[in-house]
């Protein structure tokens, strides 16, 4: 798993928005359970947003919900987060994860992770 050239994280102003996108050329996404993770400083690493394999579910950690935004482009194999109304507490290095089981299931691959500050 990859990062698109044009969102590899980086500064953002409290109340901005960023959109990070996770390639996997190599992946049919309609095969895999899709997630975001974060670790802030710290901290323990915590899923941020999951959607199951067949798209239908999609669970978020209370602190993004009505932010954050997971999505899938499957044509594109491409996997975004959007991210809106961004926090200072948002700061962290996010991860894109695939599980071929599920959601709440360990996943099976993971991207290596891009840094997203938040700060004025």
């Known amino acids: 798993l990859s990062y698109s050239s044009w969102s590899l994280g980086g500064l953002v102003q409290p109340g901005g928005s960023l959109r990070l996108s996770c390639a996997a050329s190599e992946f049919n996404l309609n095969h895999y359970a899709i997630a975001w993770f974060r670790q802030a400083p710290g901290k323990e690493r915590e899923e941020v947003s999951c959607?199951?394999?067949?798209?239908?579910?999609?669970t978020a950690a209370d602190s993004v919900q009505g932010r954050f935004t997971l999505s899938r482009d499957s044509a594109n194999h491409t996997i975004y987060l959007q991210m809106n109304n961004l926090k200072p507490e948002d700061t962290a290095v996010y991860y894109c994860a695939l599980g071929n089981i599920g959601c709440g299931y360990v996943m099976a691959y993971w991207g290596k992770g891009v840094l997203v500050t938040v700060s004025s």
């Open positions: 959607e199951s394999i067949s798209g239908r579910t999609a």
